[in-house]
Antibody
Framework: QVQLQESGPGLVKPSETLSLTCTVS????????WSWIRQPPGKGLEWIGY???????NYNPSLKSRVTISINTSKNQFSLKLSSVTAADTAVYFC????????????WGQGILVTVSS | EIVMTQSPATLSVSPGERATLSCRAS??????LAWYQQKPGQAPRLVIY???TRATGIPARFSGSGSGTEFTLTISSLQSEDFAVYYC??????????FGQGTRLEIK
């Protein structure tokens, strides 16, 4: 059974860089599209971007200048970095896997709450 | 960016009754429309893709319809486990894919 697990700091200071990792177990990361999606508390979903196992990426234009998604196939992990964070970046961050780059139906992580506050 | 608008924001329906949720796109998305169900504290779950195709494991009481700019998710006979928030998502013109703001389906 494939499982995705997000990890990283739950609290980040304004202007700093948010860094999260999604660890994949029960299957290889060397296939599929691997995505990040976030959800501010009590609000809707926002697509952040994806990385294909080959390393190609695609980002939400509204976040593109601040986002980097990378993959480490040897560790079966992929990561998200979001720079220059503000309170508006406070959200639950989900990682997800799918054969399709923009339909998220395969597997999701449980999500991790990241709060941006000094 | 395509804006997705869902209505109503909250829908109150009794168990066993039919629920109809709406989603409108600011421009045509053809049939590139998905619906997700999200329960409190959980990740979203894909319900419908391609506007009308049920995802794996989704019961037949869930159906999707529409194309272009107007879409509907219908749950024919509500079960207790169906009460949740539902989001529509377009994937016709991306990046970015965009989601609606959600419809909360609550027990009447």
């Amino acid at each position: 059974q494939v499982q995705l697990q997000e990890s990283g700091p739950g609290l980040v200071k304004p202007s700093e860089t948010l860094s999260l990792t999604c660890t994949v177990s029960g299957g290889s990361i060397s296939s599929y599209y691997w995505s990040w999606i976030r959800q501010p508390p009590g609000k809707g979903l926002e697509w952040i971007g994806y990385i294909y196992y080959s390393g190609s990426t695609n980002y939400n234009p509204s976040l593109k200048s601040r986002v980097t998604i990378s993959i480490n196939t040897s560790k079966n992990q992929f990561s998200l970095k979001l720079s220059s964070v503000t309170a508006a970046d406070t959200a639950v961050y989900f990682c997800a896997r799918d054969p399709n780059p923009v339909v998220f139906g395969d597997y999701w992580g449980q999500g991790i709450l990241v709060t941006v506050s000094s | 960016e395509i804006v997705m608008t869902q209505s109503p924001a909250t829908l109150s329906v009794s168990p066993g009754e039919r629920a109809t949720l709406s989603c409108r796109a600011s421009q045509s998305v053809s049939s590139n429309l998905a619906w997700y169900q999200q329960k409190p504290g959980q990740a979203p779950r894909l319900v419908i893709y391609g506007a009308s195709t049920r995802a794996t494991g989704i019961p037949a009481r869930f159906s999707g319809s529409g194309s272009g700019t107007e879409f509907t998710l219908t749950i024919s006979s509500l079960q207790s486990e169906d009460f949740a928030v539902y989001y529509c998502q377009q994937y016709y013109n991306w990046p970015p894919v965009t989601f609606g703001q959600g419809t909360r389906l609550e027990i009447k």
